[in-house]
């Protein structure tokens, strides 16, 4: 199976950064987008930025500017730099990634446990 582990969430002061990991290991044979969703208490879960992989990405108007998302395919692990944080940034984020594990195989999402990212003074 496959496995996303997220690192890098805690407690940043508003207007700070702070850069999130998110790893995929497991039967692997190709990874086509990864993406960063986030979900606030009370609210639904959104897209926050998505890359595809052959690097073209798509960032939600919120965070345009002030978040880039990146991936490194050779270590199958997408990035989210998060600059400039308000305290509306506050929210538990999840990797997702759309994952092939065979060459004759379907795409499928997968999706880390979330790491918490909250802004507060």
């Known amino acids: 199976q496959v496995q996303l582990d997220e690192s890098g969430g805690g407690l940043v002061q508003p207007g700070g950064s702070l850069r999130l990991s998110c790893a995929a290991s497991?039967?692997?044979?190709?990874?086509?987008?990864m993406g960063w969703y986030r979900q606030a208490p009370g609210k639904q879960r959104e897209l926050v930025a998505a890359?595809?992989?052959?690097?073209?990405?798509n960032y939600a108007d919120s965070v345009k500017g002030r978040f880039t998302i990146s991936r490194d395919n050779a270590k199958n692990t997408v990035y989210l730099q998060m600059n400039a944080l308000k305290p509306e940034d506050t929210a538990i984020y999840y990797c997702?990634?759309?994952?092939?594990?065979?060459?004759?195989?379907?795409?499928?999402?997968?999706w880390g446990q979330g790491t918490q990212v909250t802004v507060s003074s």
């Open positions: 997702e990634a759309d994952v092939q594990v065979t060459m004759l195989g379907a795409l499928k999402d997968y």
């Open positions: 497991g039967s692997i044979f190709i990874i086509d987008a």
């Open positions: 890359i595809t992989i052959g690097g073209s990405t």
